[in-house]
């Protein structure tokens, strides 16, 4: 089973790059993008 990066680098980069995307230029594409999110109270670890 593939990981979240391999996933990407075979079907997401391979599209951006038809597109016409430059997926090796950090203005365009970066690998990841953290976002912050709330988890609700039941995942509290208190």
Do not use: C
């Amino acid at each position: 089973m593939k990981n979240e990066a391999e996933t990407r680098k075979e079907l997401i980069d391979k599209k951006l790059k038809l597109a016409g995307w430059d997926v090796n230029n950090l203005t365009q594409v970066i690998t990841e993008f953290d976002i912050p999110v709330a988890l609700p109270s039941i995942y509290d670890e208190g």
